[in-house]
């Protein structure tokens, strides 16, 4: 088993950056792709960024530019840095991660097993 749990979440004002956390415990040593999510009031949960063991990422249109995903192995914790946060981008962020590599379905939260509780972000403008 694995465990998630997001850390960093908060409220900022439009323009400014954030960067979120997700520690990961229990069986990691298997884990191969990991990902971002988030959900909206009101809207279905869609991928934000993943990240392969190897390094490779993938990003949402929608944050293409503005978002870096990394990953620590050391230290078993996943990174979301966001600039020029908007309104739009608010939302509750989650993690998530699972043992089959990204490929091409990455951003697709149904392919993946483990998740966190999430972590909010608020966006004024």
């Known amino acids: 088993q694995v465990q998630l749990v997001e850390s960093g979440g908060g409220s900022v004002q439009t323009g400014e950056s954030l960067r979120i956390s997700c520690a990961a415990s229990g069986s990691t040593y298997n884990l191969n792709c990991m990902g971002w999510f988030r959900q909206a009031p009101g809207k279905e949960r869609e991928g934000v960024a993943s990240?392969?063991?190897?390094?490779?990422?993938t990003y949402a249109t929608s944050v293409k530019g503005r978002v870096t995903v990394s990953r620590d192995t050391s230290k078993n914790t996943l990174y979301l840095q966001m600039n020029n946060l908007r309104p739009a981008d608010t939302a509750i962020y989650y993690c998530?991660?699972?043992?089959?590599?990204?490929?091409?379905?990455?951003?697709?939260?149904?392919?993946?097993?483990?998740w966190g509780r999430g972590t909010q972000v608020t966006v004024s403008s």
């Open positions: 998530a991660a699972r043992t089959r590599a990204c490929g091409w379905t990455g951003l697709m939260p149904a392919n993946y097993i483990y």
């Open positions: 990240i392969g063991r190897g390094g490779e990422t």
